[in-house]
């Protein structure tokens, strides 16, 4: 296992024959670090699996290079899925779609439907075009952390997360830190209409407004999106939501929120992105300077807020309703 600084081509070169050999390939996506393998090999898929602690029923996310190759994983694409393709890839989407026969249940998860995204970061797309080169199809990649744990977003925090179970011909690329800091946004394009899954950077504003309909957060399906576990995304340390906090809490709130006596602040972001950004980090400073708990107040309003309210609810590991 072999940790690249800000890798290079001929890195990015050498990870993409790892993954065509069947090995594992952390990369840097904008949204959070994927833990990659050949989405065709189920042995190399196997080991996503077991290195995650992952239920073998949990479907993942095949990455793709470019819109051009969604017909290779998916078929009967909907029209407004196609819509959504075209605006938002490469970007922070993900669409479930009726599964090609290329899609088997090893990565599904048995389930008729797979997950299809083209990330936007450009260590990312270079993988995955020269991935393509030697004739692989997808790669497979789910966030680069231990099932139910805060998802990565730098390569050092991947190390910490999974390095003890790599193996010598495995790689960790490194592309800094993920300017998003939040997974994709998941729709569910199986059906006539969308259904969003999980909320994430593309927002149901961003989505309503392309497709001039209106798109609802599922409240079911919890079995099979792993964000819908009731505690996910979640540190060491409890994370409650509140405003008042107790001596030597970590705290997190926007930065016009003052830190309570005692408290310590854990992020002063500005901004929903840096919001968003930051979240996961500070849940990893927490639990570094071994803080009991975090107290969190929530962002207002839409847009990015919604995306940020669902990870740190999931963190609660209380249900939202
Ligand atoms: O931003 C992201 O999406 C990151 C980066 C690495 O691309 N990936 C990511 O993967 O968050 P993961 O496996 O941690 O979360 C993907 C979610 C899972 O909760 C999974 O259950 C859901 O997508 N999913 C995948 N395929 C699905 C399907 N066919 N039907 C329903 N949910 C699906
Ligand atoms: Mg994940």
Not at 194 to 206: D, K, N, Q, S
């Amino acid at each position: 296992m072999e940790i690249t600084k800000n890798s290079t081509q001929d890195e990015i070169k050498m990870a993409a024959k790892a993954l065509k050999d069947g090995h594992l390939v952390a990369f840097p996506t904008e949204t959070v670090y994927g833990l990659g393998a050949d989405a065709t090999n189920e042995k190399a898929v196997s080991r996503i699996y077991s290195t995650k602690g992952r239920p073998a029923d949990h479907p993942l996310i095949v990455h793709i290079s470019s819109i051009d190759k969604l017909g290779k994983w998916a078929v009967g694409i909907p029209e407004y899925a196609l819509k959504l393709a075209n605006k938002f890839w490469p970007g922070p989407l993900t669409l479930i779609l009726k599964r090609s026969d290329l899609a088997k249940d090893f990565i599904t998860g048995g389930q008729d439907s797979v997950g299809v995204r083209v990330p936007a970061h450009p260590i990312a797309i270079s993988l995955l075009s020269e991935f393509e080169e030697l004739f692989g199809h997808g790669v497979v990649a789910p966030s680069a952390n231990k099932f139910g744990a805060v998802s990565p977003t730098n390569s050092k925090d991947v190390y910490k997360e999974i390095g003890n179970k790599l193996l010598s011909n495995d790689i960790i690329l490194n592309g800094g830190n993920c300017e998003i800091g939040l997974e994709s946004t998941i729709i569910d394009c199986t059906t006539h209409l969308p259904m969003i899954l999980r909320p994430g950077a593309i927002t149901y504003e961003m989505i309503e407004n392309l497709l001039v309909t209106s798109v609802r957060l599922s409240n079911f399906n919890k079995t099979r999106v792993s964000g819908n576990f009731i505690s996910h995304y979640a540190p060491t340390a409890e994370v409650v939501i509140s405003e008042s906090t107790f001596d030597g809490e970590g705290f997190l709130a926007l930065a016009n929120i003052s830190t309570p006596i005692n408290a310590v602040r854990l992020s002063s972001p500005s901004t929903l992105e840096d919001y968003a950004k930051e979240l996961y980090v500070a849940f990893r400073k927490a639990d570094e300077q071994k803080l009991l708990r975090i107290v969190v107040v929530l962002p207002e309003g839409g847009g990015l807020a919604e995306a940020i309210r669902d990870r740190v609810i999931k963190a609660t590991g209380k249900p939202s309703n």
